[in-house]
């Protein structure tokens, strides 16, 4: 089946510092590509869909300014969260499409902490 | 987002019994509907899904039934194990869309 994965699995920054998520697709390529977020014991909330080479859509509530997101290729989406605070600690997980309307992969997820 | 309403909270069954999750929905648009299993610090896993054209889906032990006319789709897992101990979601979403999850059903398979 598809493979995506995320890069870094866990990731550890300092209040007010910047990180990178990546995501990718191994073995397909994903016109579309979508960031969730998951705080603990919760469900995965949609925080964007990511089309490649146009910009993000960002869901209502999603500050699109703290939450970079680039899709520069068919195979790599990024997001970028600015200026971290402790409350962006969580889980993101980005999913693909490959093209066929139901399908859709997830990534491993990668598990922020802000201190 | 359009919602969509999963129960139980949370379910625990003894090891060879029928776990049970049922979901419904709003958007009469949606016309895929999967199950993902997720374990702790993992991203979710797809376990079966179904398209509103047919009333059931079995996979191995993994059964989806589906009422289209209540907007009501459910889980059951059959002879469950303690492998099977996991967080469930279900979700719906149209043709390229981004998929809206319950709030999913933790699962306890007590040995």
């Not at chain 2, 909270?9 to 016309?31: H, M, P, R």
Request: proline fraction near 5%; glycine fraction near 8%.
């Amino acid at each position: 089946g598809a493979v995506v994965s995320q890069h870094p699995s866990r990731v550890i920054c300092k209040s007010g510092t910047s990180v990178k998520i990546e995501c990718r697709s191994l073995d397909f390529q994903a016109t579309t590509m979508f960031w969730y977020r998951q705080f603990p014991k919760q469900s995965l909330m949609l925080m964007a869909t990511s089309n490649e080479g146009s910009k993000a859509t960002y869901e209502q509530g999603v500050e699109k300014d703290k939450f970079l997101i680039n899709h520069a290729s068919l195979t790599l989406s990024t997001l970028t969260v600015t200026s971290a605070h402790p409350e962006d600690s969580s889980f993101y997980i980005c999913s693909a499409t490959t093209g066929q309307p139901y399908e859709q992969y997830f990534g491993p997820g990668t598990r922020l902490t802000v201190t | 987002q359009q919602q969509v309403k999963q129960s139980p909270q949370s379910l625990i069954v003894q090891k060879g019994g029928i776990s049970i999750i049922n979901c419904a929905y709003e958007n009469t648009a949606f016309d895929y509907f999967p199950w993902y299993q997720q374990f702790p610090g993992k991203g979710p896993a797809l376990l079966i899904a179904i398209r509103p054209d047919v009333s059931e889906k079995k996979e191995g032990r993994f059964t989806i039934s589906f009422n289209k006319s209540a907007k009501q789709f459910s889980l059951h897992i059959m002879d469950s194990q303690p492998g099977d101990s996991a967080t469930y979601f279900c979700a719906a979403n149209q043709a390229g869309t981004a998929l809206i999850f319950g709030k999913g059903t933790t699962l306890s398979v007590s040995s």
